[in-house]
């Protein structure tokens, strides 16, 4: 039986995550304005998000829902539910932005749940014209806050280096599927 998941690209802007999910889209991609009605946090009784949405057909049938997720990240009702949908993040990083390193921390811990239970993936984007032009002063920050996952240079545009993160982070979770609670 075929299966569907939710994979979320997250990242600062200008890291690629509506590149990512247009190159790897089947169909064309969807610019949703979608509403915040997370009264509590915000003056206006809604605001509006833009979240990226498209879909991919992997080889054995199962079907993948791509959503890019804004820089911020807003803890609403709809948050929750896409949150909780997700199988996992693809979490990218502009190398050829400054505060690429402090980015990193910052969306390790917003995901923090995902990246403990082993389901993020990171692509270091932008590394052609980047600072950094390698994975591994990112994946050390990673050993050293204990999160044994999988970093990868990653040009958003190219649509087999996409495919690769998309691959490792669904391997990822097949081999550490949630527990149900
Ligand atoms: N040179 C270069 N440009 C890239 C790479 N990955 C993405 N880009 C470009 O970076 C820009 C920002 O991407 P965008 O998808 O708008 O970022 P978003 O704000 O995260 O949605 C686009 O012009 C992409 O073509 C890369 O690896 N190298
Ligand atoms: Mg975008």
Request: overall charge negative; charged content about 25%.
């Amino acid at each position: 039986m075929p299966k569907e998941y939710v994979v979320l690209f997250a990242g600062p802007m200008g890291a690629g995550k509506t590149t990512a999910i247009s190159t790897l889209s089947e169909t064309p991609v969807v610019r949703t304005e979608a509403v915040n009605t997370d009264r509590g946090r915000h003056e206006k009784a809604s605001t509006t998000v833009a979240l990226d949405y498209g879909e991919i057909t992997l080889d054995q049938g199962d079907k993948v829902r791509l959503y890019g997720v804004p820089g911020q990240e807003r803890f609403d009702f709809m948050w929750r539910i896409l949150r909780e949908r997700a199988l996992g993040v693809v979490l990218l990083i502009d190398d050829a932005s400054a505060s690429a390193m402090a980015d990193l921390d910052t969306y390790l811990t917003a995901f923090g749940d995902f990246f403990a239970q082993s389901r993020a993936v990171v692509g270091i984007t932008r590394a052609d014209v980047g600072v950094q032009r390698s994975a591994d002063p990112y994946q050390s920050r990673l050993d050293e806050r204990g999160l044994a996952l999988p970093v990868f240079v990653a040009d958003a545009r190219d649509r087999t280096q996409m495919l690769t993160l998309l691959s490792a982070l669904i391997v990822l979770f097949e081999l550490n599927p949630p527990t149900k609670e």
